[in-house]
């Protein structure tokens, strides 16, 4: 238990679908993270929130659309998805600004994502 | 720009010995962070060691130990007495200097399995 939880664990979805991963963290941290994890692929940085304001973008296509209503939620809203979008999409938060922060982030068990 | 480069896609080893894992990486930065990450088939990413940039003493934490030579820019995990639950997806990681949110870069990972 790290304190990051995901929901759902899995989804499956059509290209035309709209649905939305969520994540929600218990540690008082004030970054949250959205990561896409492919098959051999390094884990790929998709957004990052820094008290509720979005500080990164990676290039992510708009068909993923990203949404913190506050420093605790996170969601990642998706709609007419590509099969190639299938992946783990973890989420992640982390403590950070002070000098005696390690930065290390928390994870959530993430949410395995099947685009038909 | 941060890179990581991990080298063995997979590795085996012989339950209670040890093991290292190999990883290298390449920035700019002066001041840097350094992870190990484990994520067990279930998907979670599990933090296991931190090495900072300017900490004169390699890091370790019960079985585990980071091999940090600055110079040859080389982070190695070492695990000593491994156990069957050893067997995992292990990822080296960086993060920049501290300070505002982590962009945190992720290695490709090693699979690495125990033998009984």
């Known amino acids: 238990e790290t304190g990051v939880t995901q929901t759902p664990r899995h989804l499956v979805m059509g290209m035309t679908n709209k649905k939305s991963l969520k994540c929600e963290q218990h540690?008082?941290?004030?970054?949250m993270y959205w990561y896409k994890q492919s098959a051999k692929k390094p884990l790929e940085l998709m957004f990052v929130y820094n008290f509720k304001e979005q500080t990164e973008n990676n290039s992510v296509p708009s068909r993923f659309s990203p949404e913190c209503p506050n420093s605790s939620h996170l969601f990642l809203h998706l709609h007419t998805l590509q099969p190639e979008d299938s992946a783990l999409y973890l989420c992640?938060?982390?403590?950070?600004?002070?000098?005696?922060?390690?930065?290390?982030?928390?994870f959530g068990e993430g949410s395995r994502l099947t685009v038909l | 720009a941060q890179k990581i480069t991990q080298t063995q896609p997979g590795m085996f080893v012989q339950e209670k010995e040890a093991v290292t894992l190999d990883c290298t990486y390449d920035t700019s930065d002066q001041s840097y962070g350094l992870f190990w990450y484990k994520q067990p088939s279930s998907g979670e990413m599990i933090f296991l060691i931190y090495?900072?940039?300017?900490?004169?003493q390699n890091a370790t934490e019960g079985r585990y130990s980071l091999n940090f030579q600055k110079a040859r820019k080389s982070a190695n995990l070492v695990i000593s007495a491994s156990q069957l639950g050893d067997s995992a997806m292990y990822f080296c990681?960086?993060?920049?200097?501290?300070?505002?949110?982590?962009?945190?870069?992720f290695g490709t990972g090693t699979k690495l399995q125990v033998i009984p």
């Open positions: 990681a960086m993060r920049g200097p501290s300070g505002g949110y982590q962009k945190v870069t």
């Open positions: 540690l008082g941290h004030n970054a």
């Open positions: 992640a938060s982390s403590q950070d600004g002070r000098e005696s922060d390690t930065g290390e982030l928390f």
């Open positions: 090495q900072g940039s300017y900490d004169e």
